[in-house]
C-alpha cells in the first residue's frame, strides 16, 4: 500500500458521532500528512467540519435523489481517490467506493458489504467496552499497521477538538441579538429533544422549570435543535414562566454550532450538541438517562455528565416501557447547581 495520495473517508451521517469520529481524522492526518484528505458527509454533519483544520475539503451526499449514489460513483471516479476509509457502516458506503474503482478499501464487514472492501475489518471485541471513538481509530490503527508495520492507537487520548472561526462567532452573536439576547448577560443553551430517542430526552417540563431558574439567575435562556425537535422546544416554552428565546428550527448546524461556541454553558441531552459542545470547550452539561456513559461521554475536561442510574440503565431502548425512572430522578435543581459551578468557572476564565 504505497502512493497514496488522495484520500476519501465516508462519515457516519448523525452529528454526534461525525465529531466522535474527530480524533480518527486527526489521527489519519498524522499518517498521512501529505495526502489530500475529502470527507464525504450528509447535509448537515458536514457543517462540523466547516473550519476543521486536518482536512482538505468536504463533500455533500445527498441521498434524496434517485441518481444521487450515482452521482457519487462519478464524482470519486473523477476525483481518482487512493485510498477509500469507509467509518459508515452502510453496504451503500461501500457499494460506492467499489464501483468508484478505489484501489483500496477499508472499513468494518458489517452488512455483508465484506466482499466489496479489499480490507474488511472484523468489529472489535471492545466495541461496547470503550468509547466510541476507539471503533473509529481502530479503522485508522489498522491503516498505519499496514503501512508501517505498527500502530500506536491504543497509546492515543481521544479528544474531539474543533474550531469555530471568529467571523462565525461574530455572527452567531449578531443573531442571538436580533432574536433578543443581551449583550452583556450569560448566555445559557439548552437542547430538550433528540431525534432518534425519546427515552434520552429529560422530561420537557423539568427543562423549563431549569429555563426559569438560570433565567432569574440573569443569564439569557435559548432553546437549540431541529425542525423535528420543534414540538419539545414548544413543550418547554408551555411550561415556562419566563420564556427562553426558541431558536429551534431557526439554524444551520453551523449556525448551532457557532452559537454552542460562544455560549457560557450548554444544557442537553446525550445528542449531538453534546458533543459538539465537548470538542468547542464550551463548558457542557450532558443529561445522561438510557445511554451508556462508557461509550458516548463527551470527550473534554470542560464537559461533564449528570447521571441518576437505576437498575435498569443503560438500557439503550428508544422508548422507555415502565416510567423513565433513569430521567426522572434528576431534579432541576441537580441540574441547575451543576451549571451554575460551570458558568462561573467559564466567566471566572474569561474575566482573567
Not at 450528509?42 to 441518481?67: C, H, I, M
Not at 467506493?97 to 478505489?102: H, I, N, T
Not at 437549540?224 to 419539545?232: K, M
Amino acid at each position: 500500500m504505497s502512493g497514496i495520495h488522495r484520500v476519501v473517508v465516508r462519515i457516519p451521517n448523525w452529528v454526534g458521532d461525525a465529531v466522535i469520529a474527530v480524533p480518527a481524522l486527526r489521527k489519519l492526518r498524522r499518517v498521512l500528512p501529505e495526502a489530500h484528505l475529502a470527507l464525504v458527509s450528509r447535509p448537515g454533519a458536514a457543517d462540523v467540519f466547516l473550519d476543521a483544520d486536518f482536512v482538505d475539503e468536504v463533500l455533500v451526499y445527498d441521498r434524496a435523489g434517485l441518481f444521487s449514489a450515482w452521482d457519487q460513483v462519478r464524482e470519486w471516479r473523477r476525483r481518482k481517490f487512493d485510498l477509500a476509509l469507509l467509518f459508515q457502516n452502510a453496504f451503500a458506503a461501500a457499494a460506492i467506493a467499489f464501483l468508484s474503482r478505489v484501489p483500496t478499501r477499508m472499513g468494518y464487514d458489517t452488512d455483508r458489504r465484506g466482499i466489496l472492501l479489499t480490507h474488511p475489518l472484523p468489529s472489535p471485541a471492545w466495541k461496547d467496552e470503550r468509547h466510541e471513538s476507539f471503533y473509529y481509530l481502530h479503522i485508522v490503527g489498522e491503516l498505519e499497521r499496514m503501512l508501517y508495520g505498527t500502530s500506536s492507537i491504543e497509546n492515543t487520548e481521544a479528544r474531539s477538538e474543533l474550531r469555530v472561526s471568529d467571523d462565525r462567532r461574530r455572527k452567531a452573536g449578531e443573531f442571538l441579538r436580533a432574536q433578543g439576547a443581551r449583550i452583556s448577560a450569560p448566555l445559557t443553551v439548552l437542547c430538550p429533544g433528540s431525534i432518534n430517542s425519546r427515552a434520552k430526552r429529560w422530561p420537557a417540563e423539568r427543562y423549563a422549570e431549569l429555563a426559569d431558574r438560570l433565567a432569574e439567575s440573569g443569564a439569557d435562556v435559548a432553546l437549540i435543535g431541529s425542525p423535528a425537535e420543534l414540538d419539545v422546544s414548544q413543550e418547554v416554552c408551555k411550561h415556562a414562566q419566563i420564556q427562553p428565546i426558541v431558536l429551534t428550527g431557526k439554524t444551520t448546524v453551523a449556525e448551532a454550532m457557532a452559537i454552542i461556541g460562544i455560549a457560557d454553558v450548554l444544557i442537553t441531552n446525550d445528542t449531538g450538541p453534546a458533543h459538539i459542545g465537548a470538542a468547542l470547550h464550551t463548558p457542557t452539561l450532558v443529561i445522561f438517562g438510557p445511554t451508556n456513559p462508557l461509550t458516548t461521554y463527551p470527550l473534554s475536561a470542560s464537559a461533564e455528565i449528570i447521571r441518576r442510574a437505576p437498575d435498569c440503565a443503560p438500557c439503550m431502548l428508544r422508548d422507555c416501557p415502565i416510567d423513565h425512572r433513569c430521567m426522572t430522578a434528576i431534579t432541576p435543581a441537580d441540574v441547575f447547581e451543576r451549571a451554575s459551578v460551570l458558568m462561573s468557572q467559564r466567566r471566572a476564565e474569561v474575566s482573567v
